[in-house]
């Protein structure tokens, strides 16, 4: 059973950095893509980024492409999210995802398992 823990979130001002960690483990983290989504306050979850199983192929939603980098450490189980020119829209829950089946890589396919969830804040 997979388990994925985030932690890294916070509250910054526009225009900071923030690295979102995720610490995933249950299964050979090394077959198996993952990817952030978000979701703020009353509204639908939205895709942020993917990357393949080998860390070789990243996607990003356009509206973080630039600013956002996804990338992993196949050899300590773990995810990140840099996450750079913070905007106040950019307010949100990030979650950790990805999916069931090993070696399949869809960026924006629904997730199959996710985290909790941490909170980034951006003030204006």
Same mark, same amino acid.
């Given at each position: 059973? &997979? ?6 979130g916070?509250?910054?001002q526009?225009? $900071?950095?923030?690295?979102?960690? %995720?610490?995933?483990? *249950? ?12 979701? !703020?306050?009353g /509204?639908?979850?939205?895709y &942020? !980024? $993917?990357?393949?199983? *080998? ?9 973080? /492409? ?8 196949? !050899? /300590?189980n $773990?995810?990140?999210l840099?996450?750079?020119?913070? /905007?106040?829209?950019?307010?949100? &829950?990030?979650y %950790? !995802?990805?999916?069931?089946?090993s070696?399949?890589y ?10 909790? *969830? ?7």
């Open positions: 059973q &997979v388990q994925l823990v985030e932690s890294g916070g509250l910054v526009a225009g $900071a950095s923030l690295r979102l960690s %995720c610490a995933a483990s *249950g299964r050979a983290f090394s077959r198996y893509a993952m990817g952030w989504f978000r979701q !703020a306050p /509204k639908e979850r939205e &942020v !980024a $993917a990357i393949s199983w *080998g860390g070789s192929t990243t996607d990003y939603a356009d509206s973080v /492409k630039g600013r956002f980098t996804i990338s992993r450490d196949n !050899a /300590k $773990a995810l990140y840099q996450m750079n020119n913070l /905007k106040p829209e950019d307010t949100a &829950v990030y %950790c !995802a990805t999916w069931s089946r070696y399949y869809r960026p924006r396919d629904s997730f199959d398992y996710w985290g909790q *969830g941490t909170q980034v804040t951006v003030s204006s």
